[in-house]
T-cell receptor, first 113, second 113 residues
Framework: ETGVTQTPRHLVMGMTNKKSLKCEQH?????MYWYKQSAKKPLELMFV???????ENNSVPSRFSPECPNSSHLFLHLHTLQPEDSALYLC????????????FGPGTRLTVT | GENVEQHPSTLSVQEGDSAVIKCTYS??????FPWYKQELGKGPQLIID?????GEKKDQRIAVTLNKTAKHFSLHITETQPEDSAVYFC????????????FGKGTSLLVTP
């Protein structure tokens, strides 16, 4: 266990559905991240939050909407997704941004039908 | 932006042999280089990292070397064991955008008994 938990672990949703992914870290970190992991592609950084403030939005479509209510929790709200959005969504946290070790959760395997 | 190339994409070794995975990066300002191990159904786990002020770092059977001039770094695993079988990712980042880890595409390592 890395101290970063994600729920649900698996999610199947239709293109018209709305769902949310949840991430929680128990490490006392101040920065949290969302990554997308697709087959045959490098991990892609989606969003970064530092002290609850979004500091990076890596050109992610608006159908992905992050929320960070506090330094321990991070959500990714999903709506009107496309089949190509099917992937493993990983949450990570670190003490601070900038050259600090990032610890990953187990991910949510998302399938869009 | 930073571009990280990783080779080989797959690697098969016999138990007890050594395994070497190589990465190159494009941004000469990169100064932090972590390596992650991802087992099936789990998120990436940080196994070792190196910063640009050192050329080599070792932790038991795992070592990482960094050549800043050539802009490449390598992961060395000695005395491999079946439990080392996993996908390994390298990453690079700079203090200019310190939180943006740029990942390689991964190397699938198989250690056969």
């Amino acid at each position: 266990e890395t101290g970063v938990t994600q729920t649900p672990r698996h999610l199947v949703m239709g293109m018209t559905n709305k769902k949310s992914l949840k991430c929680e870290q128990h490490l006392g970190h101040n920065a949290m991240y969302w990554y997308k992991q697709s087959a045959k592609k490098p991990l892609e950084l989606m969003f970064v939050y530092n002290f609850k403030e979004q500091t990076e939005n890596n050109s992610v479509p608006s159908r992905f909407s992050p929320e960070c209510p506090n330094s321990s929790h991070l959500f990714l709200h999903l709506h009107t997704l496309q089949p190509e959005d099917s992937a493993l969504y990983l949450c990570a946290s670190s003490q601070m941004t900038s050259m600090y070790e990032q610890y990953f959760g187990p991910g949510t395997r998302l399938t869009v039908t | 932006g930073e571009n990280v190339e990783q080779h080989p994409s797959t690697l098969s070794v016999q138990e007890g042999d050594s395994a070497v995975i190589k990465c190159t990066y494009s941004d000469s300002a990169s100064n932090y280089f972590p390596w992650y191990k991802q087992e099936l159904g789990k998120g990436p786990q940080l196994i070792i990292d190196i910063r640009s002020n050192v050329g080599e770092k070792k932790d038991q059977r795992i070592a990482v070397t960094l050549n800043k001039t050539a802009k490449h770094f390598s992961l060395h695993i000695t005395e491999t064991q079946p439990e080392d079988s996993a996908v390994y990712f390298c990453a690079a980042t700079t203090s200019n955008s310190g939180y943006a880890l740029n990942f390689g595409k991964g190397t699938s390592l198989l250690v056969t008994p």
